[in-house]
C-alpha cells in the first residue's frame, strides 16, 4: 500500500467537506422553514377555460398565447 493512499485527507478535503456539509444543514433548515402548499385553486368552469386549455394540452409544438385565439376557432 503506498503512503499516499494511507495518509489522511488534506485540510483543504476536510474544508472543503466542512463547506458542503454546511450547505447542506442551510439548504434544509430553509425547506423544512417553507410554509405548507396552499389548497389546489379551483379553475374556471367557464367554456372558453376548457377550450384553451385543450388547445395547450394537444398541441405538438410550442404555442404562443398570442396565437392561442387562433387555434381555438374551429376550421
Do not use: C, N
Not at 485540510?11 to 442551510?26: F, N, V, Y
Not at 422553514?33 to 410550442?62: M, S
Amino acid at each position: 500500500m503506498l503512503l499516499k493512499e494511507r495518509a489522511p485527507p488534506s485540510w483543504g478535503q476536510l474544508e472543503e467537506s466542512h463547506r458542503a456539509a454546511e450547505k447542506i444543514r442551510i439548504t434544509r433548515r430553509t425547506l423544512l422553514e417553507l410554509p405548507e402548499p396552499a389548497a389546489p385553486r379551483q379553475l374556471p368552469d367557464h367554456p372558453a377555460y376548457k377550450q384553451i386549455t385543450v388547445v395547450f394540452t394537444t398541441v405538438d409544438a410550442l404555442l404562443r398565447a398570442a396565437r392561442t385565439p387562433a387555434a381555438t376557432t374551429p376550421a
